[in-house]
């Protein structure tokens, strides 16, 4: 059974600092997602990571992919209040009929306090 | 472009009542589309999926259903509502298999709180 556990689950980080989301998966995969997710909304796309080393950015955010350590990160760059979400990541579990099944971890609850 | 609706946003029922929520996409042919519900504070459970028109599978059993009757509409159903079925339902699309990078695009949602 495909598992994935984000750590951490909450943190709380000042403007202007560096921080980073970890992401672990139990089985091979190799297709990752990230997601933002703003309080009471639906879910954003932010990166598809297709293979190893992949790495994506889009501005203060940087996200990685190691297929071999079955782990991704999401690098927080000089964190700014707009960044305050949960973000999720996501795990392709190939599914019944090529459907892309994914396997969602909990969520980090990211505060950027000023 | 493609844009994905559901509705109703908010839904309020009591236990035991029945359940519809609908999902429609609109810019694309043969999705894939998924349902999903989120706990209050928690992560997001497959419920459904579907690859085609009346092809459905259930990832959880539970006393929900769903249905495909349009190529581009997804309902989720329940006879009899529970209070665990409260949640926020989301409903999301994808390319068919062998086009784009099945990144899964969500619709804005339901809130459905049983009481």
Not at chain 1, 43 to 59: P, T, Y
Not at chain 2, 57 to 68: D, I, K
């Amino acid at each position: 059974e495909l598992k994935v556990e984000q750590n951490p689950l909450f943190l709380s980080m000042q403007e202007g600092k560096n921080y980073t989301i970890y992401c672990n998966y139990s089985t091979t995969s190799d297709r990752l997602y990230w997601y933002r997710q703003d309080p009471g909304k639906s879910l954003e796309s932010l990166f598809v990571l297709l293979s190893n080393g992949a790495v994506k950015q889009e501005g203060r955010l940087m996200a990685s992919l190691d297929t071999k350590a079955r782990l991704s990160t999401l690098h927080i760059t000089a964190a700014v209040h707009d960044l305050s979400a949960t973000y999720f990541c996501a795990v392709d579990k190939r599914g019944w009929g090529g459907s892309e099944k994914l396997v969602f971890g909990k969520g980090t609850k990211l505060t950027v306090n000023p | 472009s493609q844009t994905i609706h559901q509705w109703p946003a908010t839904l309020v029922q009591p236990v035991g009542s029945p359940l519809s929520l609908e999902c429609t996409v609109e810019g694309t042919s043969n999705p894939n589309l998924y349902w999903y519900r989120q706990a209050a504070g928690r992560g997001l459970q497959l419920l459904f999926y579907s690859v085609g028109i009346g092809q459905i599978s259930s990832e959880v059993p539970q006393n929900l259903s769903a249905s495909r009757p349009q190529d581009r509409q997804f309902i989720l159903s329940s006879k009899k509502l529970l209070l665990s079925d409260s949640g926020f339902y989301l409903c999301a699309w994808s390319y068919g298999t062998g086009m784009g990078t099945d990144t899964q695009y969500f619709g804005p949602g339901t809130r459905l709180t049983v009481l």
